[in-house]
Nanobody, 115 residues
Framework: QVQLAESGGNSVQAGGSLRLSCAAS?????????MGWARQAPGKERDLVAR???????LYKDSVKGRFTISKDNAKNAVYLQMNNLKPEDTAIYYC????????WGQGTQVTVSS
């Protein structure tokens, strides 16, 4: 069984910050599994935002580089996305995911950025 539970979404003004959290459980172990964040804006396809490998190596979508930081806490089996200098175009539902034998998704958390 695989479970991912996101939290931390909210409504903020442009330039603000949010920290999203993803609690992993079941067969997921963030020490070893690829973990990431994706987002889906209304009327658009889901888009990968950031990912972190078991080594700690990270990869970001170009439009969030320098503003978003993905991290993980092995002891808590959790992954985080620190989002700074938020822009209206960051508005979306944000999903935590892990890539194992398949891709597993959380239920999502809404982030709304107003200008």
């Amino acid at each position: 069984q695989v479970q991912l539970a996101e939290s931390g979404g909210n409504s903020v003004q442009a330039g603000g910050s949010l920290r999203l959290s993803c609690a992993a459980s079941g067969s997921i172990d963030v020490r070893y599994d690829l973990m990431g964040w994706a987002r889906q804006a209304p009327g658009k396809e889901r888009d990968l935002v950031a990912r972190i490998l078991s080594s700690g190596s990270t990869l970001y979508k170009d439009s969030v580089k320098g503003r978003f930081t993905i991290s993980k806490d092995n002891a808590k089996n959790a992954v985080y996305l620190q989002m700074n200098n938020l822009k209206p175009e960051d508005t979306a539902i944000y999903y935590c995911y892990t890539l194992k034998e398949s891709t597993y998704w959380g239920q999502g958390t809404q982030v709304t950025v107003s200008s």
